[in-house]
């Protein structure tokens, strides 16, 4: 009996804190909500690189830049609240654009990915320069969600 109600305790402490994500695959439902966190990717070349930013009712309340080159190097650059203040979100038809500056220990560094619908899912073009020897052009895969609880009620 103990062992059964261990059971029925685990599934329903389980159930009552699952989740799931709500994902969304184009820019028409992407510029419908309020809060979402997109990620967009590029492992293509030897070094990988991938941005997330959290979009909260049309402002970016979080920013990551990772470089990965496998087996070597990690490199993140995390925006802080005063470097979000300068980076803003446009939308139009065809897309979003995140985009902005900050000042950086030498020169300022200058961020823009645009997104837009493709083939399946969302893509863009992230460019990022530091003016300090780290530029990087390239085409990206995106994917955008908001985590809920309970996505099936």
């Keep these: 009996m103990k062992l059964f109600a261990g059971v ?10 699952a989740a799931g994500a709500e994902s ?12 979402y966190r997109i990620t967009c990717s590029d492992s293509s070349e030897s070094t990988q690189v991938h ?23 990690l490199n993140v650059l995390q925006f802080s609240k005063s470097d979000l203040a300068k980076i803003s979100i ?9 985009s902005g500056s900050r000042p950086g220990s030498y020169y300022d560094e200058t961020l823009s990915l645009t ?12 460019s990022y320069d530091d003016d300090d020897g780290v530029s990087v052009q390239r085409k990206v895969k995106c994917g955008a969600v908001n985590y809920l609880l309970f996505p099936n009620k």
């Design 8 to 17: 029925i305790l685990m599934f329903t402490v389980t159930r009552a804190f």
């Design 24 to 35: 969304y695959k184009t820019i028409e439902n992407l510029k419908a909500q309020d809060f």
């Design 51 to 73: 941005i997330y930013a959290q979009v909260n009712k049309g402002q970016v309340e979080d920013l990551k830049i990772v470089f990965l080159k496998p087996a070597q190097s």
């Design 90 to 98: 446009k939308q139009n038809e065809s897309g979003l654009e995140i």
């Design 115 to 126: 997104v837009k619908d493709g083939k399946d899912d969302l893509v863009g073009t992230l």
